[in-house]
Nanobody
């Protein structure tokens, strides 16, 4: 199975942008749908965005729709979350996750559907 390493977190002012990357090791990256989740202090982990194995069918939480964009490059084993117009409420630890699925077009939003998780990267948005 793949192993995932996130990068790109940091501190940014409200209205700014950050680009999170998730690098996957292993040769089966294209067998996984990929997702991003986040967890703020005292809150449950929540779905942010997901993309299918083929790279189509991106899906977003309502709270980030129109501001965040998920993309993947199967040749480079990477998935990227571009975050624009950031708000203080976006502050959280962001996790990359992999969902081994037979379907090339399925994306899922439940955290327990995902088989592999990265270690997380902190995103802090100041007001």
């Amino acid at each position: 199975q793949v192993q995932l390493v996130e990068s790109g977190g940091g501190l940014v002012q409200a209205g700014g942008s950050l680009r999170l990357s998730c690098a996957a090791s292993g040769s089966t990256f294209s067998s996984y749908a990929m997702g991003w989740f986040r967890q703020a202090p005292g809150r449950e982990r929540e779905f942010v965005a997901a993309i299918s194995r083929s790279g189509g069918k991106p899906y977003y939480a309502d709270s980030v729709k129109g501001r965040f964009t998920i993309s993947r490059d199967n040749a480079k084993n990477t998935v990227v979350l571009q975050m624009n117009s950031l708000k203080p409420e976006d502050t959280a630890v962001y996790y990359c996750a992999a969902d081994r699925t037979i379907s090339a077009i399925t994306v899922r939003t439940a955290a327990n559907s995902y088989d592999v998780w990265g270690q997380g990267t902190q995103v802090t948005v100041s007001s």
